[in-house]
Structures are given as structure tokens and as C-alpha cells.
């Protein structure tokens, strides 16, 4: 019988996990629920405003320029 170490710290056996499967099928769970957390899906949004996709190419060296005069800004 394979025994299996989980987050806590705790042993479970291929028993145990049969005991509990037969449990969760006549929807016996053990413990309390616990609150619901629900929040948006998706990463937070990078500014209050829409944001918008610029890409384009150009020739290294103007490239250059404008970084130059981003930083002196």
C-alpha cells in the first residue's frame, strides 16, 4: 500500500483516499465550509483608462532618438 506525504505535513494511504472518495460520493464532507472568495477574473487592469497596442517599426537609430528624449522627458 503506496502512503503519500502531503502540504501539511500529513501521510495518506491508498485507503485513505478510498475511504474519503466513497465519503464525497454520499456527499459526506468533513470540516466547516469556509467563506466563498469571489473576485474578477483576469490580471488588474494597468490604468483607470483604456489601453491601447502601438506597434510599428523603425529604423534603429530613430528608435534611439526616441528613447533618448523619453528619458530627458
Known sequence: ??????K?????TDEDFGRMAEEA???EYPGTPGAWVVRPQGRP???DE???????????????ALDRALAVG
Request: aromatic share 10%; charged share 25%.
Open 25 to 27: 460520493e454520499r456527499g
Open 45 to 47: 487592469a494597468l490604468a
Open 8 to 12: 501539511g505535513g500529513y501521510t495518506l
Open 50 to 64: 483604456g489601453l491601447v497596442t502601438i506597434a510599428f517599426k523603425v529604423p534603429r537609430s530613430q528608435r534611439d
Open 1 to 6: 500500500m503506496a502512503e503519500y506525504r502531503i
